[in-house]
């Protein structure tokens, strides 16, 4: 079995930065994407970035997000800056290992962790 636990979350205000972590253990395991994916409440989960060997983000992240992962470590990460209110979520960390995966489509991914709560302040 595989688990993926996230860190990172928290309060921040407008403008401001975090880092999210998400470590994969368990079984031997070689994720071919790793992304973060985001909710709140009333409304599906959304894509935020995910990696491969090329970084993808959503529109709505691009120049403020940065996604990467150390292979070593089985780990991605997400540095956000010049967060938003509407930034605030719920963030998953999800991981496959297959090629076939939909980079960002949230019911393509086999693996997911219990979430990180991210919340900024105006």
């Known amino acids: 079995q595989v688990q993926l636990a996230e860190s990172g979350g928290g309060l921040v205000q407008t403008g401001g930065s975090l880092r999210l972590s998400c470590a994969a253990s368990?079984?031997?395991?070689?994720?071919?994407?790793m992304g973060w994916f985001r909710q709140t409440p009333g409304k599906e989960r959304e894509f935020v970035a995910a990696i491969t060997w090329t970084t993808y983000y959503a529109d709505s992240v691009k120049g403020r997000f940065t996604i990467s992962r150390d292979r070593a470590k089985n780990s991605v990460y997400l540095q956000m800056n010049s967060l938003k209110p509407e930034d605030t979520a719920l963030y998953y960390c999800a991981a496959d290992d297959r090629r076939s995966v939909v980079i960002d489509t949230s019911g393509s991914y086999a693996y997911w962790g219990q979430g990180t709560q991210v919340t900024v302040s105006s």
């Open positions: 368990g079984r031997t395991f070689s994720p071919y994407a």
